[in-house]
């Protein structure tokens, strides 16, 4: 039996995950901020901590599958405080657990707002690891109306998930790293949007799916499942565009 540690599982794509997990008969270990093995805030450094320790108690430090995916979407600094420093905290306060696996992996739900227009202070602060000048420029940066925080937490995600796929402490360790970046999930993050025909019909002009549309949160959990399978054994820092035609429409014959 395997044990997979996923954040978010309370909700949406994690929920989505845990679900495929169980009935797979492997086990779960859940963490969000409530309805979960481990309450836990990711936002703060204390939330963090508590969650690697739980865990920790919980599999007595032995665990196969890490699935950081706990994110929100306000363009506020609590944005990325969970979606980029809550997921570093995830994938590398659990990395010692991973060591006892025959076959471990760990999977990052980035998006395809990692594509999307960034704010190259938080960015380069975020990666610099300093999360406190990084917090203060997202501060500044937290106009309700605006659209920042989220595509550069998720952009600075990505480019870390990158950089340290390749490295000794993962790909060096037999760990594969990589990403799902979803476009539209119906999810309760998307709920209000849909909710809305003016938001709804803005969200789908600018997101282009021409794969079936908006999608469900099973379609992101497979992904995730097939990156966290032990069939998985070569795909190294990967983004897997799990988004209906989104990125190949938005980027097409530029990226290649
Ligand atoms: N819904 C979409 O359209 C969409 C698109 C692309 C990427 N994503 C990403 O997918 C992931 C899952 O989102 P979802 O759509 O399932 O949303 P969701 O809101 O249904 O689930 C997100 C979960 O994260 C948890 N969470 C939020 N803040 C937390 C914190 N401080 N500490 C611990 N847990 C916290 C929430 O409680 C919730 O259970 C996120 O990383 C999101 O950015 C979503």
């Not at 605006?146 to 790909?171: C, D, F, Q």
């Not at 949007?193 to 938001?199: L, N, T």
Request: hydrophobic content about 45%.
């Amino acid at each position: 039996m395997r044990t997979y540690v996923i954040t978010g599982a309370a909700s949406g794509v994690g929920k989505a995950t845990a679900d495929m997990v169980r009935a797979n008969g492997d086990k779960v270990i859940s963490v969000d901020l409530h309805d979960a093995d481990v309450i836990a805030d990711l936002s703060s450094k204390e939330g963090r901590e508590h969650m690697v320790a739980e865990v920790g108690r919980l599999t007595d430090g032995k665990i196969d599958v890490i699935v950081a995916n706990a994110g929100l979407s306000i363009n506020a600094s609590v944005t990325l405080a969970v979606n980029y420093f809550g997921a570093l905290a995830t994938l590398e306060g659990l990395h010692p657990y991973l060591a006892g696996s025959d076959s471990p992996r760990a999977v990052i739900t980035a998006s395809m707002a990692s594509l999307q227009p960034f704010n190259q202070e938080i960015l380069d602060l975020s990666l610099a690891g300093d999360e406190e000048a990084a917090m203060k420029v997202a501060e500044a940066n937290s106009d309700p109306a605006g659209y920042v925080n989220y595509p550069t937490s998720k952009r600075a995600l990505v480019r870390w998930m990158r950089e340290h796929a390749i490295s000794e402490e993962w790909a060096g360790a037999g760990i594969p790293l990589n990403a799902i970046a979803p476009a539209i999930i119906l999810t309760p993050m998307t709920e209000p949007i849909f909710a809305d025909p003016v938001q709804r019909e803005n969200m789908l002009s600018k997101v282009p799916m021409p794969l079936n549309g908006p999608a469900p949160a099973e379609a992101c959990a497979s992904a995730i499942m097939f990156l966290a399978s032990e069939a998985n054994t070569h795909i190294c820092g990967q983004v897997l565009f799990t988004d209906g035609g989104y990125e190949a429409s938005t980027r097409g014959a530029g990226q290649w």
